[in-house]
């Protein structure tokens, strides 16, 4: 059982396009990142969001943290080649859990010119 | 960038044999991990340490083991590899027990 739904797996969408990128749960969650990764590379951290509500943004892309801190999104405005990539939502569960990130399987964008 | 170094990046192996992956960190943080990404799977957490000689499994363990015998090295070992730990091995680190990771280049490994 995945823990966390990323969706769509798939994104291809023209420069310029606007996306939205999804990653849902049914369980709460202490704090939630998103990562992009490269080809042949590992994720690289984006943004980390902790209060349910939060919205935070990047230059054109925009992390909101679900109310219930069960679910996240990434929004992306005029996409770019640039932004092509794997997108991947990682989240915590509590003190117990602290340091042990569960990761969702990832969406794939490209963007072409 | 983070300094963190995985060897080797590439490797190629026969069912049966040992490997070793090393993960090695100039960062001085106390926490590292291991994680396998495989298409489907997303990255998954095998072993993950919270300082020298103290490790724990995570939902991929079985089939691996991990030594972390100074601050710096984390190794993770594949005592007799099958087909099915064919996959991308990243390391990571975070300081204190924070959940912000970062992440070796990884090390791409084949059983075949």
């Known amino acids: 059982t995945q823990l966390l739904e990323q969706s769509p797996q798939f994104l291809s969408i023209q420069e310029g396009e606007n996306l939205t990128v999804y990653c849902n749960s049914s369980?709460?969650?202490?704090?939630l990142q998103w990562y992009r990764q490269e080809p042949g590379e590992g994720p690289v951290l984006l943004v980390t969001?902790?209060?349910?509500?939060e919205v935070k943004k990047l230059k054109r892309l925009t992390f909101q943290f679900g109310d219930a801190r069960k679910d996240s999104s990434l929004h992306i405005t005029a996409a770019q080649p640039g932004d092509t990539g794997l997108y991947l939502c990682?989240?915590?569960?509590?003190?117990?859990?602290?340091?042990?990130?569960?990761f969702g399987d990832g969406t794939t964008l490209t963007v072409k010119p | 960038d983070a300094g963190i170094t995985q060897s080797p990046r590439h490797k190629v192996t026969e069912t049966g044999t040992p490997v070793t992956l090393r993960c090695h960190q100039t960062e001085n943080h106390r926490y590292m991990y291991w994680y396998r990404q495989d298409p489907g799977h997303g990255l998954r957490l095998i072993h993950y340490s919270y300082g020298v000689k103290d490790t724990d499994k995570g939902e991929v363990s079985d089939g691996y083991s991990v030594s972390r015998s100074k601050t710096e090295d984390f190794l993770l070992t594949l005592e007799s590899a099958t087909s099915s730990q064919t996959s991308v091995y990243f390391c990571a680190i975070s300081d204190v027990r924070a959940n912000v990771l970062t992440f070796g280049a990884g090390s791409r490994l084949t059983v075949l």
């Open positions: 990682a989240g915590e569960r509590g003190y117990t859990n602290a340091g042990k990130s569960t």
């Open positions: 369980s709460v969650f202490s704090s």
């Open positions: 969001v902790v209060t349910g509500g």
